[in-house]
């Protein structure tokens, strides 16, 4: 790792400068947080699982042409991908009620809503990520009226192939969210799924039980999030042979 140059750090992982001009290591680290920072543990075996579980399905997003930053998996913790300009938004899909939605209006957590609702949070952790409307977003110039059209059927089909594929395995895709960049092929720009799409960034509830197999399982204390981790790996078939598996509780960072 010390050979490259660090040029982010984030809460769930680091970005270091790539190979090639236009390429970015995404370094998938075990630090989990809530709570806008609030709440921190390292929860081993998380960025193994993380990383094997977004090249999953990145890969699977590619290859019925939804485009991604994706490019390879290095290693049991790297990524390359291609660098974009992340457009300062957190789009989220939801088709159930849960979460901050739940909590907003009132809704038993569960209900089914009547379509795919796609909403936006403006990415910035002091002001606790707001909700967003359009008009703002185009007002402020974050991204234009096409783009936004482009971003929600983006969000739409990633929406229908994530859901496919947990319901394949027996698991309900309550929401999640995405982060979108911009790629410059020279004057002709191009939008893609960046950062990741893991258990971190999605709600998960086995269909049968309801049993809960993402990040609120630690945002909420609800038991090992890395035996939830793992069950959703196991299930889509991307276990790597050698994740650490630790009975041990998280420790806590504060
Ligand atoms: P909510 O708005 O209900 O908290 O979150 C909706 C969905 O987006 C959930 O699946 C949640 O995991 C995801 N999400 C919202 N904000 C963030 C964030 O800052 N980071 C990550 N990784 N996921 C988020």
Known sequence: MARRKKIYEGKAKDLFEGPEPGTIVQYFKDNASAGNGEKKAVIEGKGVLNNRLSEFFMLGLQQIGI???????????EQLVRQVEIIPLEVIVRNYAAGTMAKRLGMEEGTALPRPIVEFSYKNDDLGDPLVPEEYIIAFGWASQQDMDDIVSLALRVNDFLAGTMYGVGIKLVDFKIEIGRLWDNDFQRLVVADEISPDSCRLWD?????????????RDLGS?????????????VLPSNVTHTPHKPTLIN
Do not use: C
């Not at 994706?70 to 290693?75: D, S």
């Not at 269909?207 to 945002?219: A, M, N, P, S, Y």
């Open 67 to 77: 485009p991604t930053h994706f490019i390879k998996r290095l290693n049991m913790r």
């Open 207 to 219: 269909i049968e039980t309801g049993q809960k197999l993402d990040k609120d399982v630690f945002r």
């Open 225 to 237: 999030l890395s035996d939830a981790y793992t069950e959703v790996a196991k299930r889509l078939g």
